[in-house]
C-alpha cells in the first residue's frame, strides 16, 4: 500500500508564507520526476501547481511562478513546496501526487487577514 502523507497547511496573512510537505510511504519507487501538486480552490476543479520534469527541471502554474518553490529530498521520500507572498486567491485544499496515480488526503491553505 502507497500512502501520500502531507503537512505544512494552515492560516497565514496575505503576504505570508507556508511550506508544504509530502511524503511518500509504501511499496512504490520514489523519484521526484513523478511527483506534483495540486490544489482544488473553492467551488472549482482540482488544478496543476507545480511539478518537476522528466528532464530534472521544475513546471510551474502561471499564477504561482515567481512565488512558489518545488523541492525535494530523495533520501527522505519528500517533496516540498516553498509559498511566499501568498495571496488570498491560493485559498485552496493542496494536494500531492505521485505517477498522477497516488494522491494525499490534502492539507488545507487559508490565506486571510
Known amino acids: 500500500q502507497v500512502q501520500l502523507v502531507e503537512s505544512g497547511g494552515g492560516l497565514v496573512q496575505p503576504g505570508g508564507s507556508l511550506n508544504l510537505s509530502c511524503t511518500v510511504v509504501g511499496r512504490v519507487v520514489f523519484r521526484l520526476s513523478v511527483m506534483a501538486w495540486y490544489r482544488r480552490l473553492p467551488g472549482k476543479q482540482r488544478e496543476l501547481v507545480a511539478a518537476f520534469t522528466s528532464g530534472g527541471g521544475t513546471d510551474y502554474a502561471d499564477s504561482v511562478k515567481g512565488r512558489f518553490t518545488l523541492s525535494g529530498d530523495s533520501s527522505k521520500n519528500t517533496m516540498y513546496l516553498t509559498m511566499n507572498s501568498l495571496k488570498p486567491e491560493d485559498t485552496a485544499v493542496y494536494y500531492c501526487?505521485?505517477?498522477?496515480?497516488?494522491w494525499g488526503q490534502g492539507t488545507q491553505v487559508t490565506v486571510s487577514s
Open positions: 501526487n505521485a505517477y498522477r496515480h497516488y
